[in-house]
């Protein structure tokens, strides 16, 4: 079972936005709504920051955004700022279980 | 605060075993069902298994299915992996975390490292 594919690295510089793609067949991101992103600092565990598709939990700030658009799901950091250097790994319900997309290293230049 | 905190992690030859566990604190552990997902060095993030809150189910990945086995004690708040027939793509950090909403994993562990090596 492959993975959801990311781009492997994605930059910009500070106050910029920046999007972060995650796309599957449509047997897997397409037609489920149970989406959700993470962000990871080196040496540390993952954090949840958008649960099915859209929705931030509490304390997540208001900065990432998420969206989908047929088999892609997409994650916007607005006003880039140096702690959001990190990799983002997206995650979708999948017939077998839950199934991560291949991780995207972002850099803030 | 919550809180989980794995151990029993190390390095194991191949085809041995080793199980690891999960404490869990601060929250209603046997409400939840809880996942194991593991990281090989440099790469992303696999799931491995989960169970349901009263541990009625089970569901795993099928790279570790007839190999793992993971249970969950709620008398202690504590989540296991017992990992069997242990194989050099093994290798990787495991993190406990718990489920939310069927596919969102809202707390995590610090993970513990496996290294499957001869």
């Known amino acids: 079972q492959s993975a959801l594919t990311q781009p492997a690295s994605v930059s910009g510089s500070p106050g910029q936005s920046i999007t972060i793609s995650c796309t599957r067949t449509s047997s897997d991101v397409g037609s489920y709504n149970l989406i959700s992103w993470y962000q990871q600092h080196p040496g540390k565990a993952p954090k949840l920051l958008i649960y099915?598709?859209?929705k931030r939990p509490s304390g997540v700030s208001n900065r990432f955004s998420g969206s989908k658009s047929g088999n892609t799901a997409s994650l916007t950091i607005s006003g880039l700022q140096g702690e959001d250097e990190a990799d983002y790994h997206c995650c979708s319900y999948a017939g077998s279980g839950p199934l991560f997309g291949t991780g995207t290293k972002v850099t803030v230049l | 605060q919550v809180q989980l905190v794995e151990s029993g992690g190390g390095v194991v030859q191949p085809g041995r075993s080793l199980r690891l566990s999960c404490v869990a604190s601060?929250?209603?552990?046997?409400?939840?069902?809880m996942h194991w997902v593991r990281q090989a060095p440099d790469k992303g993030l696999e799931w491995v298994a989960v169970?349901?809150?009263?541990?009625?189910?089970?569901y795993y990945a099928d790279a570790v299915k007839g190999r793992f086995t993971i249970s969950k004690d709620n008398s202690k708040n504590t989540l296991y992996l017992q990992m069997n027939s242990l194989r050099a793509d093994d290798t990787a950090i495991y993190y406990c975390?718990?489920?939310?909403?069927?596919?969102?994993?809202?707390?995590w562990g610090q993970g513990t490292p496996v290294t499957v090596s001869s």
């Open positions: 169970i349901s809150y009263d541990g009625s189910n089970k």
């Open positions: 099915e598709i859209t």
């Open positions: 975390a718990r489920d939310f909403l069927l596919s969102a994993f809202d707390i």
């Open positions: 601060e929250f209603t552990f046997s409400a939840y069902a």
